[in-house]
C-alpha cells in the first residue's frame, strides 16, 4: 500500500515535463510508462525513450515508500481533462503480482488505472569530464539562435544536431543543413584544458525549450560514455550524444566577401517575407546598387510576379544574386539588432548575414547558399 496527496495542478506539471521523453508514438512498450518513487515527501518522476531520459523531483504530502509504473499517455490524459483540485492517490498491488491498480480520488470523483512494479531500469554510471554552468536564457538563447538551421536528414545524423564547442572562457555552437549555417559564438565562464567538441540532437535541445524555466543550468559531459546531462532547479534531463563527426564547418565559412550591404532589419525581412510568396519554387532575386536593393520574385505558371525596392547603403560592385526566400527570412527572423549586414562575394559564393553592431556578448554569423536564377 502505498498513498500520498497533492493538487491536480502541482501534479500535472511536473508530469508533463517528465512525458517530454516519451514520444508522441512511442513504438517501443518499454517507454510507454512514467515511473513514480516515492520516499515520504519527495515523489520522483522518470520517463525515457531509450536515448533521452527526464528525471525531476516534486514534494508531495506522504509517510510511505515504494515505486510504481503508469502509462504515460493514460495518466497525462486525465490529468489533462481536470481542473485544479486536490488529489489522492492510493496505489494498492494484487497479491503475489506485479500488477496493481491506483485509486484516485478528488472531490468530485473516484478513478481507477492499472499500475505495475517492475524496477526501473536503473541509470548507467556516468562520470562527468567537462561542466559548466549557464544562464537558463542564455541556453535558450543559443538553442533559438542555432536549432532552426540544423537538418531533418536521417542519412547525414551529425547535423541533425548542433555542434557544441567548449573551448576557455568560450562556447561556440554551429548547426547547418548544408544549404545554411548559424555561427553562434558567446564567452562563458568555462576552463577546458583543450577544446572539446560534442553534438547535442536537436530533438533534446527542443524539450529543453519546453523543460527550461528560470534560474540555471549545469551542463555535465561524459565524454566516455557519449552523454550529456542538463540539471536546474528541480529537473535533471539525460541523453545521449550523437557520435558521429560533425562536418569541418570552418572550410565553408568564406573569407572573401569583399561586398557588404548595411540594412535595416525588420524592413528587410517583411519584404522577403513578402515578395518571396509570389515565387513558384520560393526562390528571390537581389539586384543589389550602391544604395538601392531590388527584390523580386515570379511566379511565370499563374502569372504573379513581384518587385519591392529598399535603400540601403553598399560598397561594392553591383550583384544579382538569387535565394530560397525561406532560408533569408528564417536568417533575419533570429538576429536581434537593428541593422544587419550582408557580406556577398559572387553570386555562387554563399553570404553572411550578421547583426551590424555586435552585442559583446555574443557573436553570429548566419551562411545562406545562393541558388541559380534565370535571367
Not at 98 to 127: A, L, M, N
Not at 266 to 271: E, K, N, T
Amino acid at each position: 500500500m502505498m498513498k500520498f496527496s497533492t493538487s491536480i495542478k502541482h501534479f500535472q506539471d511536473a508530469v508533463n515535463g517528465v512525458t517530454q521523453a516519451i514520444p508522441n508514438k512511442a513504438l517501443d512498450p518499454r517507454y510507454e510508462n512514467l515511473h513514480l518513487t516515492l520516499d515520504k515527501q519527495n515523489l520522483t518522476l522518470f520517463a525515457t525513450d531509450g536515448e533521452m531520459s527526464i528525471t525531476a523531483l516534486t514534494e508531495v504530502e506522504s509517510d510511505d515508500q515504494g515505486n510504481m509504473g503508469v502509462k504515460a499517455r493514460t495518466i497525462l490524459d486525465f490529468l489533462r481533462s481536470m481542473y485544479d483540485t486536490g488529489v489522492v492517490f492510493e496505489v494498492d498491488r494484487q497479491q503475489m503480482s506485479e500488477q496493481g491498480v491506483v485509486g484516485i480520488t478528488t472531490d468530485k470523483g473516484r478513478y481507477k488505472i492499472p499500475c505495475t512494479f517492475e524496477s526501473k531500469s536503473e541509470k548507467q554510471d556516468t562520470s562527468f569530464d567537462i561542466e559548466f554552468e549557464l544562464e537558463v536564457d542564455e541556453l535558450l538563447d543559443i538553442v533559438h539562435k542555432t536549432i532552426f538551421a540544423c537538418s531533418i536528414d536521417g542519412m547525414r545524423p551529425a547535423m541533425m544536431g548542433v555542434l557544441f564547442e567548449i573551448d576557455n572562457g568560450s562556447l561556440t555552437a554551429v548547426s547547418t543543413d548544408g544549404h545554411r549555417l548559424v555561427r553562434f559564438r558567446k564567452s562563458c565562464d568555462v576552463s577546458q584544458k583543450e577544446k572539446q567538441k560534442v553534438v547535442i540532437p536537436a530533438r533534446v535541445l527542443s524539450v529543453l525549450q519546453k523543460l527550461l524555466k528560470e534560474g540555471t543550468v549545469t551542463v555535465s559531459v561524459d565524454s566516455s560514455n557519449k552523454t550529456i546531462r542538463f540539471s536546474s532547479a528541480n529537473i535533471v534531463l539525460d541523453a545521449a550524444l550523437i557520435v558521429e563527426q560533425y562536418p569541418n564547418y570552418e572550410a565553408v565559412i568564406p573569407l572573401e566577401n569583399d561586398k557588404k550591404m548595411s540594412i535595416e532589419r525588420s524592413l528587410f525581412y517583411d519584404s522577403v517575407k513578402r515578395v518571396g510568396r509570389f515565387s513558384s519554387i520560393g526562390d528571390i532575386r537581389f539586384s543589389i546598387s550602391s544604395d538601392a536593393l531590388k527584390l523580386a520574385a515570379e511566379n511565370i505558371n499563374e502569372g504573379e510576379s513581384a518587385q519591392e525596392t529598399l535603400p540601403c547603403s553598399y560598397e561594392g560592385d553591383t550583384i544579382d544574386i538569387g535565394f530560397n526566400s525561406k532560408f533569408i527570412e528564417a536568417a533575419l527572423a533570429h538576429i536581434d539588432e537593428e541593422n544587419v549586414v550582408v557580406e556577398l562575394g559572387s553570386p555562387t559564393t554563399a553570404v553572411i548575414l550578421k547583426p551590424e553592431k555586435e552585442k559583446d556578448s555574443g557573436n553570429l554569423i548566419i551562411l545562406v547558399m545562393p541558388v541559380r536564377i534565370n535571367n
